[in-house]
């Protein structure tokens, strides 16, 4: 643990403009990133090029990108450290640009396995902690909404590819669509991975200090990885992310069957549905990531959970699909917010030096949300052959959650106690 040197004022004006390149090249970077994410466009082209693989078969290829995804986010916070971010976003494109590449080129199931879920996932986890853990640095003024911008351009890419990948397909055939876009995301992310560069210590843009508020919710000193773990504080962190993806991925996983059931129209038009979840889903991470720099994280993460406990509960009394349709876009919002905040809020509890390890660690409740919840949906709703049980549980639980964040504060370090009783001290006498 090392206690924070007081913030520079970088006196270059080429600073505020290097930042903001940097910044770019972080949302391209998530751009391409994200795609991965429209993985549900291939699951029927690939069932009708191979009728013998079933829908498990083929959906399992996703469920190990997410688990691959961990890893890499993982392994890139040890080796931002190490590396630099330029090298660890090179490395992150050439294997997720790879898994594509190698998708289109292996038109077997293992070999789906290995190059889309386990390549491109361990190139996206890689990727995905470089913009967070750098930008944080080049923005202690706008934690964040930066935070917010980066992943917002994780879910816009799910959109993009969901536009194109439709009349590609069409155009060139499933198999050379992934050669495709293995090329085009390759090119993306190793470009935009020259970008970057490591902030000056004690970065702060000209004029800057935090004020009272922020002052109050960030701590004193950096806390390396493993004294991050040593503190109750990151595990609570941990369960909040946890439990906010998990409800998410429950209803995004389901989303036009549940539709489907639950209102009774056409299938067609239930599916319509995903495109707005997307869009939704990106827009949250920034909208909520803005506001956490407003009104603080943690009031935030309350909000949205009782929000989503209010409206999982209500779709349980649901018919009409333009209500239900509204209500689910909400719940995307909020999936995406808790992306777009918990960056800043760790980088608040736990310092920004180590952001990439520890940031990188807690994003293992990314991948344990997104395998959990699809199975635990699709389980009830095949014991009760509904719903609405599982949607009844789901508001539960994300009701007893906003109690977590009620309880979160920052770490308090020997250090920082010391200097509270010391201010204490004199401000007695």
């Known amino acids: 643990m090392t206690t924070r040197t007081p913030s520079v004022t970088e006196k270059n004006p080429a600073a505020e403009v290097n930042r903001r390149a940097i910044a770019a ?5 998530q751009l391409a990133l994200g795609a991965i994410y429209a993985w549900s466009l291939f699951v029927a082209p690939l ?10 078969d083929i959906t399992l290829t996703f469920s190990i990108a997410l688990v691959a995804l961990g890893f890499g986010a993982i392994l890139g916070g040890t ?86 990948a439709p009349s590609l397909i069409k155009a060139v055939g499933l198999y050379p669509t992934f050669i495709v876009f293995g090329v085009v995301y390759l090119l993306l992310v190793v ?45 609570l962190l941990w369960a909040i992310l946890f439990l906010n993806v998990t409800a998410g991925v429950m209803l995004i996983s389901q989303a036009a069957p549940m539709a489907q059931e639950i209102t009774g129209v056409r299938k067609e038009l239930a599916a319509r549905i995903v495109i707005f979840i997307s869009v939704a889903n990106c827009v949250g991470r920034l909208f909520w990531a803005w506001l956490s720099d407003k009104i603080t994280r943690r009031h935030v993460f309350l909000i949205m959970f009782l929000l989503q406990a209010a409206l999982f509960f209500v779709m349980t009394a649901v018919r009409d699909f333009g209500l239900l349709s509204v209500l689910m876009i909400t719940v995307a919002l909020c999936y995406g917010g808790g992306f777009g905040t918990m960056p800043a809020l760790a980088a608040d509890y736990f310092g920004s ?77």
Not at 47 to 56: F, Q, V
Request: no cysteine; net charge positive.
């Open 353 to 429: 030096k180590h952001a990439g390890k520890v940031y990188g660690l807690m994003l293992s409740a990314w991948s344990a949300g997104g395998v959990l919840g699809p199975l635990l949906i699709a389980q009830v709703k095949d014991r009760t052959n509904t719903y609405r049980a599982a949607l009844m549980a789901v508001a539960v639980v994300m009701l007893a959650s906003a109690f977590l964040p009620l309880i979160a504060r920052a770490p308090q370090s020997k250090t920082t106690r010391r200097a509270g009783e010391r201010n204490s001290s004199i401000a007695l006498n």
């Open 79 to 164: 080796l931002l450290e190490k590396w630099g971010p330029r090298w660890v976003a090179t490395l992150s494109g050439l294997l997720y640009g790879a898994g594509f590449i190698g998708a289109g080129l292996l038109p077997t199931l293992w070999g789906l396995y290995l190059t889309y879920g386990l390549m491109s996932g361990l190139g996206m986890g890689l990727g995905y902690i470089v913009p967070l853990a750098t930008l944080i640095k080049w923005f202690p003024d706008k934690r964040g909404l930066i935070t917010g911008l980066a992943v917002a351009g994780f879910g816009g890419g799910a959109v993009l590819t969901t536009l194109v």
């Open 191 to 235: 470009g935009a991975a020259q970008q970057y560069k490591v902030a000056p210590a004690g970065f702060a843009p000209p004029g800057w200090k935090p004020n009272a508020s922020e002052t109050k919710q960030r701590t004193a000193v950096d806390y390396a990885l493993p004294e991050a773990l040593r503190t109750w504080q990151w595990y």
């Open 47 to 56: 069932a009708k090029a191979h009728p013998t693989w079933s829908r498990t």
């Open 25 to 29: 090249a972080g949302v391209i970077m």
